[in-house]
């Protein structure tokens, strides 16, 4: 018979101890994770903060509003509710620039149950038609549900290869389309430096909401009337940064509001599917159908 070479035989050890070494490792996980959650890296996306993430540092003042998503993770309502006497509107996010929001409804039902005046925005995306994100900002976002007047959020992320002409038509059907749908006019999100090189003057008879988050915004023209100044607030009820917002230029509350609230149909429904727990950090087995918001 013929005997095995010596590299062969160094082959076959190697094999064995490669295969010693997936049995070792799989006996480590089943002995120290089996059955054990998985701990996200970046938890305020799709489960509930276990604690404040800015705990100890001093919280924030001087906001009249503030913008949120799904990357505040679960927002504590009753003490935003009631350690927050300044906050006079929220802006919650439908669709970002991938997907829809995993916490637009429980976050949309939450705010209007407090009673706080509340919009929503939609991140403009150059990959989609105007005509479909119409379509797909208002399955989620319909009037019956809005206190606030839609916002479009245009950035650099914004831009398509077709150009800034191209990017300016977009919007300008985009925001035709949600003022027939509203009765007015949306309001223009962006920051200071992409409004004046791509938006204006297009956009400048339109409610302007300018980020600047090192001093008040000047466009040299149109007057903004919502500043959002920072994107790391510390707001009691939220255990995560947030954005904050304040009106200047004269700007107010009813600058915002949809004209003629009560002619507005108003229809709240349930849409089971709408609404999924798992996304948010709650159990799939608890009873959520009271946190459900049915939209159109």
């Not at 998503?69 to 669709?95: C, F, V």
């Not at 791509?198 to 600047?212: E, G, H, K, V």
């Not at 509001?257 to 950090?281: E, M």
Request: with cysteine; charged share 20%; aromatic share 12%.
């Amino acid at each position: 018979m013929k005997r095995p070479s010596d590299s062969k035989k160094l082959i076959l050890l190697l094999l064995l101890m490669l295969l010693l070494i997936c049995l070792g490792a799989g006996l480590f996980w089943v002995k120290n994770y089996q059955g054990k959650p998985v701990v996200s890296h970046h938890p305020q996306k799709n489960c509930w903060p276990e604690n404040d993430q800015n705990q100890g540092n001093p919280f924030s003042t001087g906001f009249d509003g503030i913008d949120i998503s799904a990357h505040q993770g679960k927002i504590h309502w009753d003490t935003l509710k009631a350690n927050n006497p300044e906050l006079q509107l929220i802006y919650i996010r439908a669709i970002g620039k991938k997907a829809v929001d995993s916490l637009y409804g429980y976050n949309m039902k939450q705010a209007h149950s407090h009673g706080l005046k509340v919009g929503s925005y939609h991140f403009f995306n150059m990959e989609h038609t105007a005509e479909d994100q119409y379509r797909r900002f208002i399955s989620m976002a319909a009037y019956e549900h809005q206190d606030l007047r839609p916002v479009i959020d245009i950035e650099d992320l914004s831009l398509a290869t077709e150009g800034n002409e191209y990017l300016k038509d977009s919007v300008m059907k985009f925001s035709e389309l949600l003022e027939k749908y509203f009765g007015c006019k949306p309001v223009i999100y962006s920051n200071q430096n992409f409004y004046r090189k791509r938006l204006s003057p297009w956009f400048d008879d339109y409610p302007l909401w300018i980020a600047n988050y090192s001093r008040r915004p000047v466009l040299n023209g149109p007057i903004p009337i919502l500043w959002q100044k920072g994107d790391i607030g510390h707001v009691r009820g939220i255990w995560t940064y947030v954005d904050l917002d304040v009106f200047i230029n004269g700007g107010t509350i009813q600058d915002l509001l949809i004209p003629n609230p009560k002619t507005r149909p108003f229809a709240w429904g349930l849409q089971l599917d709408y609404f999924r727990p798992k996304s948010a950090g709650i159990s799939p087995q608890t009873d959520v159908s009271h946190l459900m918001i049915g939209l159109r």
